[in-house]
């Protein structure tokens, strides 16, 4: 996988996460209370999974012990959060050569295991956990009667640069 391609899917995935979360805040709290903490508890086990593999990339301990928290955030906090998160992937992806990526890197499952992974395969792991996951979300607005955004990469690249729409 090219970084060009890397750059690009992690743009995209800070414009989905986005996205979805514009879209949870409109879940009304009260009537849906069961269906928006499953859907939070869902996107904050992504937001885990990114961290993890944060100080995996970083060579760092990252204290969690299991893929989601105890205690569910605040989906305003856990927002904010996961857009910090997406942003340092970006600048990350951004800062790292070819030769990086192939780099393969040893660390420690939550559940004790070893694993070993290159940076490219960490980082696409990011990318299609995050995705997976946002799709589980998406049905969960589904059920409410609420069509989740379209998390597509076409959409986004048309969004970004509208000049794609055009006939050549």
């Given at each position: 996988?090219?970084?060009?391609?890397?750059?690009?899917?992690?743009?995209?995935?800070?414009?989905?996460?986005?996205?979805?979360?514009?879209?949870?805040?409109?879940?009304?709290?009260?009537?849906?209370?069961?269906?928006?903490?499953?859907?939070?508890?869902?996107?904050?086990?992504?937001?885990?999974?990114?961290?993890?593999?944060?100080?995996?990339?970083?060579?760092?301990?990252?204290?969690?012990?299991?893929?989601?928290?105890?205690?569910?955030?605040?989906?305003?906090?856990?927002?904010?959060?996961?857009?910090?998160?997406?942003?340092?992937?970006?600048?990350?992806?951004?800062?790292?050569?070819?030769?990086?990526?192939?780099?393969?890197?040893?660390?420690?499952?939550?559940?004790?295991?070893a694993g070993?992974?290159?940076?490219?395969?960490?980082?696409?792991?990011?990318?299609?956990?995050?995705?997976?996951?946002?799709?589980?979300?998406?049905?969960?607005?589904?059920?409410?009667?609420?069509?989740?955004?379209?998390?597509?990469?076409?959409?986004?690249?048309?969004?970004?640069?509208?000049?794609r729409r055009?006939?050549?």
């Amino acid at each position: 996988m090219s970084l060009a391609i890397l750059k690009t899917l992690f743009a995209q995935k800070t414009w989905a996460n986005a996205e979805l979360f514009d879209a949870m805040h409109l879940v009304d709290p009260v009537q849906h209370a069961e269906p928006l903490h499953t859907a939070t508890r869902t996107l904050n086990h992504i937001y885990v999974v990114d961290r993890i593999f944060r100080a995996h990339l970083l060579g760092e301990a990252h204290g969690y012990t299991q893929t989601n928290t105890d205690d569910t955030p605040a989906l305003g906090d856990l927002h904010f959060a996961a857009a910090e998160t997406d942003h340092w992937f970006e600048a990350y992806v951004a800062g790292l050569g070819e030769a990086a990526l192939a780099e393969s890197l040893s660390f420690q499952f939550t559940d004790g295991d070893a694993g070993r992974m290159t940076r490219e395969e960490m980082l696409f792991h990011v990318l299609s956990h995050g995705s997976y996951h946002r799709g589980n979300v998406g049905q969960v607005l589904k059920g409410i009667g609420m069509a989740p955004p379209r998390d597509l990469l076409t959409k986004f690249l048309h969004q970004r640069e509208p000049a794609r729409r055009q006939p050549a």
